[in-house]
């Protein structure tokens, strides 16, 4: 019991982590219609860009985590103005896009790992690191503030969507794009806007892992997996659906060691995923997938 | 001809049966798989297997290969292909990430990173093929084949009903085809060839590990189709010929080996971008003429 | 009169919040062209789509020749013998006019992998069977100067008789055209508009969405009115044209 309960417990951590990377790709998704797997490398840009601000410039954590979103925000954003959006002007198909995004995220991760070297980046995170005992679960205050700084990305998330006029533009966009530019919506800018958020949701848990075990070049990857796991389960276009798939999955994996071995953990996760598929292709949440607009 | 110039040639005709059998989904069908290193190793460990385990030859190999590979590409085909195109992609994805786990993982049966020696050269009709100058041959032969069946398919109203579907599939669902069965069936067969490749590079190298089935290999694979040509056919062989000689470039200059893999790695990831901008039908395509932006 | 070849019976369609479709319930009679016409929004596209399978009906019932419809996919229902055309044309555009028309012949050998390895005679003898008729077919509507050219370069009026002859080479019975007229001008309409007549000919029954009221009152056989979902009205043509109330809504709103 008292392993389930610590299996629990790492579940929610982890599955915060892959929320977080799933309501920034669920958003851009939604909106833009990009398979943008290079938003991996995103999430491993801002681990180094955390890492280099703290190790290389000395700045101060704190410093260094917020200086780190802004730029994994400028990365995403300018993944998309310097190329999908190039692509797109010359007419590409949407594999095209998903190709270059591929390419992009192989060609990143191996600069990061000659730059870096693929060896985990340690950073220092002083008080963060000291053990929090629930009964019998351990955990940092780290996780703990991953956990709550979800929460927190969620909620402005999603108060942002509601509330303000260009999380409204967004919304149109991601449900309708013809109808929104008929009504004056400048469609590019939109996306613009979704690649800058969806980044900067997917930083603090490339920084987190980072703060956690090191920055890699490569771990960017399997999360970006994950997060399009999460956002197909929890249904394409809602991000209450990709939140509840991403935290999930961290429970499935965590809970799956209990029985199983460890290196069994995406086996069960993909597993899940398939069968989900079949038995509910639109999710938990996501709209009837209607044949396209005919 | 040089040893070392067969072995190249030999892999030429290896990765020349992959990038076509991938060039069906992709080039032909628009269906984007990532999962095609795990098919080749799948077809390499099945055959290795069949042979250590059950004493089946090269060609009995080749078999269980085919029907392996066909099999898992179905089982993760049939539930994703019936929706979306971009849910395959997360399936082939999860797939290749799975089916190396079990590689490394399922130790008993795999021997994990230990890997699998002593696979046994092929022979037909008691000639054992067992230098690189015989393999040639036959590592070609199986390419022609490939390419043969693949043009039959191509070349014939299933091919047209293929890029009909990659068009647009609502046309062609309202012009009676039944595009969902299309779909699996052609992901089927071009795993079934894939997987064959695996068989050939088994029973050549004689000693197969997880390292060689990696999503890494999966983007180099799609790098060679992309190169060569997603509209012509012979585009993947040409692909093969030039990525294959890239390695050897690489060592004239000297780069150490540490870094040079991520410089492979690099230099596909730029080649993909590079393509998708300059040329996304590859260098034996059709030049499309582009739509007004 | 004869029985109807195809019959709606009080189908209905939500979609988030907003009822499409409802009770809607008329028949098609065999080899006539019943127009389907209403204000924008009626529905007009949606009941196509239900009819083909492209959407799934909340409730009632859709029968062609007396077999259920309801809950076939849209290649099933194209094999029953009901087929359509959209009204963005939906042409293959990379693929030459006749490749547009021979995918729409019948060529099971040829479409099945089997076949294709284990019997290449037959299938060479179905493909040349589907040329020859191809060719008929874009004889029949006018295209046949056209045929290796490709379809995205063909001008508009062409492409919409392409996709008529697409369908056309389907040898479904009842032929769904989705505004066949739209964007056209006289000269054209003057092609296409035989064309519908000679399908009738041909014994097929054709059902057409068509906004202009003098096309429709010129074309079709019988008239059903569709608004907000619900059909208003159904009868001859030239009833439903003449009748002021139903003009009013249609122009009205």
């Known amino acids: 019991m008292d392993l389930v309960l610590q299996l629990l417990a790492t579940g929610l951590v982890v599955g915060s982590l892959y929320a977080l990377c799933a309501i920034g790709w669920g958003l851009i998704y939604g909106t833009t219609l990009h398979f943008h797997v290079a938003h991996g490398a995103v999430f491993a840009l801002a681990a180094y860009y955390a890492y280099a601000g703290q190790t290389l ?238 | 001809m040089t040893a070392y110039f067969a072995h190249y040639l030999v892999m030429v005709g290896i990765y020349t049966i992959l990038a076509t059998s991938l060039n069906l989904l992709v080039g032909y069908s628009g269906i984007f798989s990532l999962a095609h290193a795990a098919i080749y190793g799948i077809g390499a460990y099945a055959s290795a297997l069949a042979a250590l385990k059950l004493g089946l030859g090269f060609w009995g190999g080749l078999l269980v290969a085919a029907v392996v590979g066909a099999l898992a590409a179905a089982l993760v085909a049939i539930p994703s292909l019936r929706v979306a195109g971009d849910y395959y992609i997360v399936a082939s994805f999860g797939l290749q990430v799975v089916i190396l786990t079990v590689f490394i993982n399922w130790t008993s049966f795999t021997n994990g990173h230990a890997g699998l020696p002593g696979i046994p050269r092929p022979s037909l009709f008691g000639l054992v093929i067992d230098n690189p100058f015989k393999y040639v041959v036959l590592s070609l032969a199986l390419a022609a084949v490939t390419y043969a069946i693949c043009h039959r398919l191509t070349a014939s109203a299933f091919g047209r009903m293929l890029r009909a579907v990659r068009e647009d599939e609502i046309a062609a669902q309202a012009t009676g085809k039944n595009v969902v069965a299309v779909k699996i069936t052609i992901t089927t067969i071009s795993s079934a060839l894939g997987a064959l490749a695996g068989s050939l590079y088994a029973h050549y190298i004689t000693y197969i590990n997880p390292t060689s089935f990696t999503l890494d290999e999966s983007i180099f694979i799609t790098s060679l189709v992309i190169l060569g040509g997603t509209e012509r056919l012979a585009g993947p062989f040409v692909g093969a010929l030039i990525l294959l000689a890239v390695p050897e470039a690489l060592k004239f200059l000297a780069i150490p080996d540490t870094v040079a893999a991520p410089m492979r790695q690099i230099l596909y990831g730029a080649l993909l971008i590079l393509f998708m901008f300059v040329r996304p039908e590859g260098i034996l395509g059709r030049a499309r003429t582009r739509p007004a932006a | 009169m004869a029985a109807p070849i195809l019959t709606v019976q009080g189908v209905s369609k939500a979609f988030g919040g907003i009822q499409a479709v409802e009770d809607c319930t008329f028949d098609v009679a065999p080899r006539l062209i019943t127009g389907l016409i209403g204000p924008n929004g009626a529905g007009k596209t949606t009941v196509f789509n239900l009819i083909t399978g492209f959407l799934r009906a909340d409730g009632g019932s859709i029968r062609y020749k007396g077999e259920e419809l309801l809950g076939l996919h849209p290649h099933e229902v194209e094999t029953r013998g009901v087929v359509r055309t959209f009204q963005h044309l939906r042409l293959w555009g990379k693929m030459t006019v006749l490749e547009n028309v021979l995918l729409g012949c019948r060529t099971p050998l040829g479409d099945s992998v089997v076949s294709l390895f284990l019997r290449p005679g037959r299938v060479r003898d179905e493909e040349a069977a589907a040329r020859r008729r191809a060719l008929e077919v874009l004889e029949f509507f006018g295209l046949a100067g056209r045929v290796h050219e490709m379809a995205e370069d063909l001008a508009y009026p062409e492409q919409k008789l392409l996709s008529m002859a697409r369908i056309f080479a389907t040898d479904a019975e009842v032929l769904l055209l989705d505004e066949p007229t739209s964007g056209l001008d006289t000269d054209s309409l003057g092609r296409l508009v035989p064309m519908v007549r000679r399908l009738i000919e041909h014994g097929k029954t054709v059902l057409l969405i068509e906004h202009n009221m003098e096309l429709i009152a010129q074309l079709s056989d019988e008239v059903v009115f569709l608004h907000q979902g619900r059909v208003m009205a159904r009868g001859r043509a030239e009833e439903i044209t003449r009748d002021p109330a139903l003009t009013e809504i249609y122009f009205g709103v």
């Not at chain 1, 999603?158 to 006029?165: E, I, N, W």
């Not at chain 1, 603090?204 to 070049?217: H, K, N, Y």
């Not at chain 1, 069994?264 to 993909?270: E, G, M, R, V, Y």
């Open chain 1, 57 to 294: 410039l000395h700045l101060p954590l704190p410093v260094a985590v917020v200086l780190a979103i802004a730029a994994a925000a400028l990365s995403g954003l300018l993944i998309d103005l310097l190329l999908y959006q190039q692509l797109e002007r010359r007419g590409a198909f949407r594999t095209s896009i998903f190709i270059a995004s591929l390419g992009l995220l192989i060609l990143l991760e191996n600069v990061l790992a000659i730059v870096f070297t693929p060896d985990p980046m340690r950073m220092d995170i002083g008080a963060l690191n000291t053990a929090v005992i629930i009964g019998p679960v351990f955990l940092t205050y780290l996780h703990i503030l991953t956990v709550a700084l979800t929460i927190v990305a969620y909620g402005a998330l999603m108060l942002f969507l509601k509330r303000s006029r260009w999380g409204q533009a967004i919304r149109a966009v991601s449900s309708a794009p013809e109808m929104a530019r008929t009504v004056g919506i400048d469609l590019k800018r939109v996306h613009l806007l979704a690649y800058a958020i969806g980044s900067a949701l997917a930083a603090p848990a490339g920084i987190l892992v980072a703060m956690d075990v090191g920055a890699e070049p490569f771990r960017g990857t399997r999360f970006v997996l994950l997060a399009s796991v999460g956002v197909i389960m929890g249904g394409i276009g809602s991000i209450p659906g990709a939140m509840l798939g991403g935290v999930f999955l961290g429970l499935l994996e965590n809970l799956g060691i209990w029985k199983l071995p460890s290196e069994w953990q995406s086996a069960i996760s993909f597993g899940v995923f398939l069968v989900f598929i079949v038995l509910r292709p639109r999710g938990f949440f996501g709209r009837t997938i209607h044949s396209a607009e005919i």
